[in-house]
């Protein structure tokens, strides 16, 4: 059994630390999926970040119900990809790291990366403290700067075109740094998906982009098989020399995690595109527009990796609770503290909506209302 489990946030570092469980002696040292593998170490820490998303996810579909925010999106039911995700990602500012050109599912990724929860909560109760939006956006549009993260929009796959743009400056720049472009699988049925294949797969000009498709097989109420003939969409890589890999069980931390690992390391070695495809769950509906009820139907990324621990011998169930109790106790004080917290002002609409730009002869300071007419 492990005797510790390190409190401590997620790696910094990169290539990052691939464990953060202490294992004691007895536990196994790998945990197996097929002919896939993971250290135990890491697929402790894996556990524990898809315990704390779900906790987070949970906790903002109540607050949702309950009043304390007004809509509700995320991504319960795609821990496992997320997570896998969000750990591997080179986490920094500029072109020599990642950048991450993401959907509003994303949580797990950014909790990963080392987001605090509170950041969330207060984007999803829209405090003016919300560094991402300032309480303007709905739930899940993040934008970091300090990490690359581009702002999350609405409508859906523009993050798409966006990522060749990102991919372009930083293969002009050397290093390892990849842009990263998450969709669903309704979103591809846009042209923008198909204009990043072609824009990152020119002839002798094919950028470091990673396409991945998290295909939870509906586009809110369209099942995919009633919209596509392409049965995996991750194929469509293929008549422009993609390489592609769709993962059947993308509810299955240990293959996704090899899976990401692989295409992460071929785009940033050889300066290349990828498209990662994965095929998840859909937990609680598309948003809380469509009620967010938990459809017991689907298979469950977290519950199904807790057994999986618990049968190898892993982990046993008072430290799963003891986990489960503080990824719930961290959404909790994330909830209280944002009820004392400012809300925005009428005049905060206007702020921040430009960066300052000495270049820049319109709007040289933040952009804080229409210039004047002389
Ligand atoms: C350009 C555009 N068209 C339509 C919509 C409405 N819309 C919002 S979410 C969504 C479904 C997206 O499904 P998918 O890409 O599979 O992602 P999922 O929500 O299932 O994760 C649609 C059609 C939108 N936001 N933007």
Known sequence: MPTSLDPDEP?????????????????????RSGREAISTELALTLFRQMVRTRALEERSIKMSKSGEAYFWIGGPGEEALNVCLGLQILKGRGPAFDFLHLHYRSSGILLGMGMSMLDHIRQLAMTALDPHSRGRN??????????NV???????EVQCVMAPGTALAQKRHGGEGLSLAVSG????AEGDFESCLLWSSRPGNELPV????????????????????VKEIATRGGPYGIRYETVRDGNDPVTMWNAVDRAMRYVRRERKPFVLEAMVSRLHGHSSSSGAQRNWEEADCVALFEQ?????????????????????QEADAATVAVASEPRPTRADVYRDTYAPSAVDVVYPHDYTGLPQRR
């Open 150 to 156: 581009m702002p999350v929009t609405s409508v859906i």
């Open 308 to 328: 999986k621990l618990i049968d190898a011998g892993a982990i046993d169930s008072d430290t799963v609770r003891t986990l489960k109790d503080e990824a719930k």
């Open 11 to 31: 790696p910094e570092d990169h290539p990052p630390r691939r464990g953060v469980a202490t294992v004691g002696v007895g536990t196994p040292a790998i945990i």
């Open 185 to 188: 699988d309704a979103g591809t």
């Open 210 to 229: 990673l396409m991945v498709v998290a295909n939870n097989n509906y586009g809110i109420s369209t099942k995919h098989s009633t919209q596509h003939s």
């Open 138 to 147: 709905f739930v899940g549009h993040y934008a970091i700067p300090e990490w």
